[in-house]
Protein backbone atom coordinates (compact mmCIF):
# COMPACT_ATOMS: atom_id res chain seq x y z
CA UNK A 1 0.00 0.00 0.00
CA UNK A 2 1.53 3.29 -0.94
CA UNK A 3 -1.07 5.87 -0.54
CA UNK A 4 -1.45 7.40 2.56
CA UNK A 5 -4.78 6.53 4.19
CA UNK A 6 -6.01 6.10 7.48
CA UNK A 7 -8.99 4.50 9.11
CA UNK A 8 -12.24 6.39 8.80
CA UNK A 9 -13.27 5.32 12.34
CA UNK A 10 -9.89 5.45 14.38
CA UNK A 11 -6.36 6.78 14.10
CA UNK A 12 -4.83 3.87 13.00
CA UNK A 13 -3.00 4.57 9.51
CA UNK A 14 -1.13 3.15 6.59
CA UNK A 15 2.43 3.69 9.22
CA UNK A 16 0.85 0.57 9.89
CA UNK A 17 1.98 -2.13 7.50
CA UNK A 18 -0.52 -4.79 8.16
CA UNK A 19 -3.50 -2.38 7.98
CA UNK A 20 -6.17 -3.12 5.70
CA UNK A 21 -9.66 -1.28 5.30
CA UNK A 22 -12.90 -2.57 3.97
CA UNK A 23 -15.79 -0.57 2.00
CA UNK A 24 -16.69 1.63 4.65
CA UNK A 25 -12.41 2.76 5.30
CA UNK A 26 -12.87 1.15 8.66
CA UNK A 27 -9.90 -0.39 9.63
CA UNK A 28 -9.24 -4.10 10.75
CA UNK A 29 -7.83 -3.09 13.84
CA UNK A 30 -10.98 -1.64 14.74
CA UNK A 31 -12.85 -4.86 13.40
CA UNK A 32 -10.67 -6.88 16.10
CA UNK A 33 -11.84 -4.11 18.46
CA UNK A 34 -15.36 -5.36 17.85
CA UNK A 35 -14.77 -9.08 18.22
CA UNK A 36 -13.26 -8.29 21.69
CA UNK A 37 -15.82 -6.15 22.34
CA UNK A 38 -18.26 -9.18 21.61
CA UNK A 39 -16.18 -11.18 24.46
CA UNK A 40 -15.46 -9.13 27.20
CA UNK A 41 -19.27 -6.98 26.63
CA UNK A 42 -19.45 -3.72 28.11
CA UNK A 43 -22.94 -3.90 28.78
CA UNK A 44 -23.75 -3.32 32.20
CA UNK A 45 -25.34 -5.79 32.83
CA UNK A 46 -23.46 -8.87 31.45
CA UNK A 47 -19.73 -7.15 32.59
CA UNK A 48 -21.23 -7.28 36.17
CA UNK A 49 -22.04 -10.44 35.67
CA UNK A 50 -18.81 -11.72 34.29
CA UNK A 51 -16.92 -10.06 37.00
CA UNK A 52 -18.76 -11.51 39.87
CA UNK A 53 -18.11 -15.21 38.28
CA UNK A 54 -14.39 -14.02 38.03
CA UNK A 55 -14.27 -12.74 41.38
CA UNK A 56 -15.95 -15.86 43.08
CA UNK A 57 -13.62 -18.06 40.72
CA UNK A 58 -10.67 -16.49 41.94
CA UNK A 59 -11.51 -16.51 45.48
CA UNK A 60 -12.65 -20.03 46.16
CA UNK A 61 -9.29 -20.85 44.20
CA UNK A 62 -7.08 -18.98 46.86
CA UNK A 63 -9.33 -19.91 50.12
CA UNK A 64 -6.73 -21.01 52.76
CA UNK A 65 -4.07 -19.24 50.76
CA UNK A 66 -1.87 -16.71 51.46
CA UNK A 67 -2.44 -14.54 48.20
CA UNK A 68 -4.86 -15.61 45.04
CA UNK A 69 -3.74 -13.60 42.36
CA UNK A 70 -0.52 -11.69 41.10
CA UNK A 71 -0.67 -7.89 39.60
CA UNK A 72 2.34 -6.62 38.10
CA UNK A 73 2.95 -3.42 39.05
CA UNK A 74 4.71 -0.56 36.92
CA UNK A 75 3.63 2.40 39.23
CA UNK A 76 0.91 3.74 36.54
CA UNK A 77 -2.87 3.95 35.96
CA UNK A 78 -3.40 0.70 34.72
CA UNK A 79 -1.56 -1.57 37.17
CA UNK A 80 -2.08 0.58 40.16
CA UNK A 81 -6.41 0.80 38.97
CA UNK A 82 -6.11 -3.01 38.62
CA UNK A 83 -4.61 -3.32 42.30
CA UNK A 84 -6.97 -1.34 43.71
CA UNK A 85 -9.66 -2.74 42.14
CA UNK A 86 -8.26 -6.31 43.26
CA UNK A 87 -8.44 -5.32 47.04
CA UNK A 88 -11.94 -3.53 46.89
CA UNK A 89 -12.96 -6.98 45.44
CA UNK A 90 -11.95 -8.35 48.42
CA UNK A 91 -9.16 -10.47 46.87
CA UNK A 92 -5.58 -11.27 48.20
CA UNK A 93 -2.99 -9.88 45.55
CA UNK A 94 0.13 -9.92 45.88
CA UNK A 95 2.33 -7.33 43.74
CA UNK A 96 5.19 -7.38 41.65
CA UNK A 97 7.88 -4.90 40.82
CA UNK A 98 10.38 -5.40 37.96
CA UNK A 99 13.21 -3.37 38.53
CA UNK A 100 15.18 -3.09 34.72
CA UNK A 101 16.63 0.25 36.31
CA UNK A 102 14.72 2.80 33.95
CA UNK A 103 11.55 3.57 36.44
CA UNK A 104 11.09 6.98 37.42
CA UNK A 105 10.99 8.26 41.12
CA UNK A 106 7.22 9.05 40.80
CA UNK A 107 6.65 5.16 39.59
CA UNK A 108 8.49 4.25 43.16
CA UNK A 109 6.44 6.59 44.74
CA UNK A 110 3.32 5.61 43.19
CA UNK A 111 4.26 1.45 44.05
CA UNK A 112 5.40 2.20 48.15
CA UNK A 113 2.03 4.48 48.71
CA UNK A 114 -0.35 2.02 46.78
CA UNK A 115 0.91 -1.03 48.80
CA UNK A 116 0.89 0.67 51.97
CA UNK A 117 -2.88 2.16 51.82
CA UNK A 118 -4.10 -1.19 50.41
CA UNK A 119 -1.97 -3.16 52.64
CA UNK A 120 -0.66 -5.86 50.11
CA UNK A 121 2.70 -7.34 50.19
CA UNK A 122 5.35 -6.24 47.33
CA UNK A 123 7.99 -8.52 45.83
CA UNK A 124 10.37 -6.40 44.19
CA UNK A 125 12.46 -8.51 41.14
CA UNK A 126 15.60 -6.80 40.21
CA UNK A 127 17.06 -7.93 36.73
CA UNK A 128 20.44 -8.54 36.08
CA UNK A 129 21.18 -4.97 34.87
CA UNK A 130 24.16 -5.64 32.01
CA UNK A 131 22.69 -8.37 30.28
CA UNK A 132 19.33 -5.99 30.02
CA UNK A 133 20.61 -3.08 28.87
CA UNK A 134 23.33 -5.21 26.58
CA UNK A 135 19.60 -6.81 25.30
CA UNK A 136 18.23 -3.45 24.75
CA UNK A 137 21.64 -2.21 22.61
CA UNK A 138 21.11 -5.83 20.69
CA UNK A 139 17.14 -4.77 20.09
CA UNK A 140 18.41 -0.97 18.72
CA UNK A 141 21.09 -2.84 16.49
CA UNK A 142 18.30 -4.70 14.95
CA UNK A 143 16.40 -2.09 13.55
CA UNK A 144 13.56 -2.68 14.70
CA UNK A 145 10.11 -1.06 16.26
CA UNK A 146 9.71 -3.31 19.25
CA UNK A 147 12.85 -2.06 21.87
CA UNK A 148 10.30 -2.81 24.71
CA UNK A 149 10.25 -6.34 23.86
CA UNK A 150 12.87 -6.91 26.62
CA UNK A 151 11.15 -5.42 29.51
CA UNK A 152 7.68 -7.05 28.38
CA UNK A 153 9.06 -10.53 27.62
CA UNK A 154 10.80 -10.29 30.90
CA UNK A 155 8.04 -8.74 33.27
CA UNK A 156 5.67 -11.42 31.90
CA UNK A 157 8.06 -14.28 33.25
CA UNK A 158 9.02 -13.06 36.09
CA UNK A 159 5.06 -13.28 37.13
CA UNK A 160 4.60 -17.23 35.81
CA UNK A 161 7.68 -17.54 37.57
CA UNK A 162 6.40 -16.04 40.97
CA UNK A 163 2.87 -17.35 40.58
CA UNK A 164 4.44 -21.25 39.76
CA UNK A 165 6.42 -20.80 43.12
CA UNK A 166 3.67 -19.74 45.36
CA UNK A 167 1.22 -21.35 43.74
CA UNK A 168 -1.10 -18.81 42.43
CA UNK A 169 -3.49 -19.22 39.35
CA UNK A 170 -4.25 -16.15 38.20
CA UNK A 171 -2.04 -13.30 37.02
CA UNK A 172 -4.18 -9.92 36.99
CA UNK A 173 -3.33 -7.53 34.18
CA UNK A 174 -3.94 -4.11 33.85
CA UNK A 175 -3.73 -3.90 29.36
CA UNK A 176 -7.31 -3.28 28.22
CA UNK A 177 -7.90 -2.77 24.67
CA UNK A 178 -11.05 -0.30 25.37
CA UNK A 179 -8.32 1.81 26.67
CA UNK A 180 -4.92 1.53 24.88
CA UNK A 181 -6.04 -0.39 21.77
CA UNK A 182 -3.89 -2.92 20.75
CA UNK A 183 -0.31 -2.73 19.52
CA UNK A 184 0.27 -3.99 15.96
CA UNK A 185 2.46 -6.97 16.16
CA UNK A 186 4.91 -5.04 13.56
CA UNK A 187 5.59 -2.56 16.84
CA UNK A 188 5.95 -4.95 19.50
CA UNK A 189 6.49 -8.16 19.21
CA UNK A 190 6.69 -10.23 22.05
CA UNK A 191 7.88 -13.68 21.49
CA UNK A 192 11.24 -15.74 23.77
CA UNK A 193 12.66 -17.23 20.46
CA UNK A 194 13.06 -13.13 18.84
CA UNK A 195 15.09 -12.30 21.91
CA UNK A 196 17.45 -15.21 21.38
CA UNK A 197 17.98 -14.58 18.09
CA UNK A 198 18.34 -10.54 18.34
CA UNK A 199 21.31 -11.55 21.09
CA UNK A 200 22.59 -14.06 19.72
CA UNK A 201 23.03 -11.23 16.29
CA UNK A 202 23.32 -8.33 18.34
CA UNK A 203 24.59 -9.20 21.93
CA UNK A 204 27.56 -9.46 23.40
CA UNK A 205 27.50 -12.81 25.58
CA UNK A 206 25.03 -15.57 26.71
CA UNK A 207 21.75 -14.63 28.24
CA UNK A 208 22.60 -16.19 31.66
CA UNK A 209 19.96 -14.22 34.10
CA UNK A 210 17.79 -12.58 32.14
CA UNK A 211 13.73 -13.97 32.87
CA UNK A 212 13.03 -15.34 29.05
CA UNK A 213 9.93 -16.38 28.36
CA UNK A 214 9.80 -19.33 25.72
CA UNK A 215 6.21 -20.84 24.62
CA UNK A 216 7.35 -24.05 26.04
CA UNK A 217 7.71 -22.28 29.39
CA UNK A 218 4.12 -20.44 28.48
CA UNK A 219 2.45 -24.06 27.87
CA UNK A 220 4.21 -25.44 31.09
CA UNK A 221 2.76 -22.39 32.90
CA UNK A 222 -0.68 -22.72 31.70
CA UNK A 223 -0.94 -26.50 31.03
CA UNK A 224 1.23 -27.93 34.01
CA UNK A 225 0.63 -25.01 36.65
CA UNK A 226 -3.00 -23.94 35.40
CA UNK A 227 -1.87 -20.12 35.63
CA UNK A 228 -4.02 -17.95 33.78
CA UNK A 229 -3.71 -14.45 32.70
CA UNK A 230 -6.83 -12.03 33.01
CA UNK A 231 -7.08 -9.00 31.11
CA UNK A 232 -8.88 -7.73 34.64
CA UNK A 233 -10.04 -4.21 33.87
CA UNK A 234 -11.99 -5.44 30.84
CA UNK A 235 -14.50 -7.20 33.71
CA UNK A 236 -15.50 -3.53 35.10
CA UNK A 237 -16.19 -0.03 33.99
CA UNK A 238 -12.43 1.52 33.35
CA UNK A 239 -12.19 4.76 32.53
CA UNK A 240 -8.20 6.45 32.86
CA UNK A 241 -9.05 9.79 33.54
CA UNK A 242 -11.75 8.67 36.04
CA UNK A 243 -9.24 6.12 37.67
CA UNK A 244 -5.97 8.73 38.28
CA UNK A 245 -8.58 11.25 39.86
CA UNK A 246 -9.59 7.98 42.06
CA UNK A 247 -6.26 7.06 42.68
CA UNK A 248 -4.66 10.36 43.72
CA UNK A 249 -7.45 10.95 46.33
CA UNK A 250 -7.13 7.79 47.72
CA UNK A 251 -3.54 6.33 46.79
CA UNK A 252 -1.91 9.28 47.01
CA UNK A 253 -1.15 9.00 43.45
CA UNK A 254 0.68 11.00 40.94
CA UNK A 255 0.31 11.64 37.23
CA UNK A 256 3.50 11.15 34.92
CA UNK A 257 2.27 12.73 32.02
CA UNK A 258 1.17 9.94 29.57
CA UNK A 259 0.98 6.20 28.77
CA UNK A 260 3.78 4.00 29.66
CA UNK A 261 5.65 7.60 30.82
CA UNK A 262 6.53 5.94 34.34
CA UNK A 263 9.52 4.41 33.08
CA UNK A 264 12.21 6.99 31.61
CA UNK A 265 13.12 4.23 28.73
CA UNK A 266 9.65 3.35 27.16
CA UNK A 267 9.40 7.42 27.62
CA UNK A 268 11.84 7.84 25.35
CA UNK A 269 11.57 5.00 23.06
CA UNK A 270 7.31 6.40 22.34
CA UNK A 271 8.08 9.63 22.28
CA UNK A 272 11.32 10.15 20.28
CA UNK A 273 12.90 6.51 19.08
CA UNK A 274 9.98 4.95 16.88
CA UNK A 275 8.77 8.71 15.58
CA UNK A 276 12.07 9.81 14.49
CA UNK A 277 13.59 5.95 12.63
CA UNK A 278 9.99 4.64 11.89
CA UNK A 279 7.56 7.32 12.03
CA UNK A 280 5.77 5.19 14.20
CA UNK A 281 3.54 7.31 16.69
CA UNK A 282 2.58 4.62 18.95
CA UNK A 283 -0.04 7.43 20.43
CA UNK A 284 -2.44 6.74 17.48
CA UNK A 285 -2.88 3.04 19.45
CA UNK A 286 -3.70 4.28 22.60
CA UNK A 287 -5.97 6.80 21.85
CA UNK A 288 -7.77 4.80 19.15
CA UNK A 289 -9.42 2.69 22.23
CA UNK A 290 -11.22 5.38 23.65
CA UNK A 291 -12.05 6.94 20.43
CA UNK A 292 -13.63 3.61 19.40
CA UNK A 293 -15.34 3.18 22.44
CA UNK A 294 -16.71 7.02 21.93
CA UNK A 295 -14.73 8.86 25.09
CA UNK A 296 -12.70 10.68 23.24
CA UNK A 297 -13.51 12.57 19.64
CA UNK A 298 -11.72 11.55 16.58
CA UNK A 299 -10.67 15.20 16.45
CA UNK A 300 -9.57 15.91 20.37
CA UNK A 301 -7.25 12.77 19.55
CA UNK A 302 -6.17 14.34 16.59
CA UNK A 303 -5.06 17.62 18.17
CA UNK A 304 -3.32 15.41 21.33
CA UNK A 305 -0.84 13.91 18.40
CA UNK A 306 -0.32 17.12 16.58
CA UNK A 307 1.94 18.01 19.52
CA UNK A 308 5.48 16.21 19.74
CA UNK A 309 5.94 14.72 22.82
CA UNK A 310 8.20 16.87 24.86
CA UNK A 311 11.97 15.01 24.59
CA UNK A 312 14.53 17.12 24.43
CA UNK A 313 18.22 16.12 23.08
CA UNK A 314 19.44 15.69 26.69
CA UNK A 315 17.02 12.90 27.41
CA UNK A 316 18.23 10.98 24.45
CA UNK A 317 21.93 11.52 25.49
CA UNK A 318 21.06 10.48 28.94
CA UNK A 319 19.42 7.27 27.09
CA UNK A 320 22.75 6.80 25.32
CA UNK A 321 24.82 7.27 28.37
CA UNK A 322 22.66 4.45 30.08
CA UNK A 323 23.06 1.90 27.51
CA UNK A 324 27.03 3.33 26.66
CA UNK A 325 25.95 3.47 23.67
CA UNK A 326 28.46 6.18 21.86
CA UNK A 327 27.06 8.56 19.37
CA UNK A 328 28.42 7.48 15.97
CA UNK A 329 27.08 3.68 17.03
CA UNK A 330 23.66 5.42 17.40
CA UNK A 331 23.97 7.48 14.11
CA UNK A 332 24.56 4.17 12.78
CA UNK A 333 21.50 2.86 14.23
CA UNK A 334 19.44 5.64 12.98
CA UNK A 335 21.10 5.19 9.44
CA UNK A 336 20.35 1.50 9.47
CA UNK A 337 17.77 0.08 7.12
CA UNK A 338 13.87 -0.16 9.43
CA UNK A 339 13.79 -4.06 10.38
CA UNK A 340 10.53 -5.73 11.45
CA UNK A 341 10.41 -8.95 13.80
CA UNK A 342 9.40 -10.71 10.06
CA UNK A 343 13.30 -10.55 9.50
CA UNK A 344 14.29 -12.44 12.11
CA UNK A 345 13.53 -16.12 13.47
CA UNK A 346 10.88 -16.34 15.93
CA UNK A 347 8.06 -18.40 16.99
CA UNK A 348 5.63 -16.82 14.80
CA UNK A 349 5.13 -19.67 12.40
CA UNK A 350 4.59 -21.73 14.96
CA UNK A 351 2.10 -19.72 16.84
CA UNK A 352 0.23 -19.55 13.16
CA UNK A 353 0.45 -23.23 12.75
CA UNK A 354 -1.32 -23.67 16.27
CA UNK A 355 -4.07 -21.51 15.26
CA UNK A 356 -6.65 -24.32 15.61
CA UNK A 357 -5.56 -25.25 19.27
CA UNK A 358 -5.28 -21.53 20.57
CA UNK A 359 -8.98 -20.75 19.39
CA UNK A 360 -10.02 -23.77 20.93
CA UNK A 361 -8.14 -22.68 24.21
CA UNK A 362 -10.12 -19.54 24.08
CA UNK A 363 -13.45 -21.51 23.63
CA UNK A 364 -12.53 -23.81 26.58
CA UNK A 365 -11.66 -20.00 28.55
CA UNK A 366 -8.23 -20.97 29.09
CA UNK A 367 -6.40 -18.25 26.70
CA UNK A 368 -8.16 -14.74 26.18
CA UNK A 369 -8.57 -14.00 22.76
CA UNK A 370 -6.43 -10.28 23.33
CA UNK A 371 -3.56 -12.53 22.83
CA UNK A 372 -5.60 -14.40 19.68
CA UNK A 373 -6.47 -11.25 17.87
CA UNK A 374 -2.95 -9.37 18.38
CA UNK A 375 -1.53 -12.00 17.17
CA UNK A 376 -3.56 -13.96 14.16
CA UNK A 377 -6.81 -11.91 13.92
CA UNK A 378 -5.93 -9.65 11.34
ZN1 LIG B 1 -9.68 1.76 12.73
Known amino acids: MNQYKMCSRCLLDTTVKSI?????????????????????SQNDYIRKKNFDNLINNIKINGINKQYDCIVGVSGG???????????????????????????????????QNAIKKLNVDLITYTIDKTEFIALQKAFLKAAVPCIDVPADVAISSVLYKIAAEKNIKFILSGASFITEGTVPKEWSYIDGTYIKTVNKLFGNSKLKNYPN??????????????IKQIPFTNFFHYDKNEARELLNKELNWQYYGGHHYENIFTFWAIGWYLINKFGIDKRKVSLSGPVRMGRLSKDEALKIISIQPPIDNDTTAYILQELKLSKEEFDNIIASPNKSYLDYKTSYNLIRKAKPLIKFLIDKNILTPVIYEKYLGY
Do not use: Q
Open 77 to 111: TDSIYTLYMAVKSGLKPLAVYMDNGWGTNIATENI
Open 213 to 226: LTITKILYYTFVKG
Open 20 to 40: SFDDNGVCNFCHSHDRLLEYY
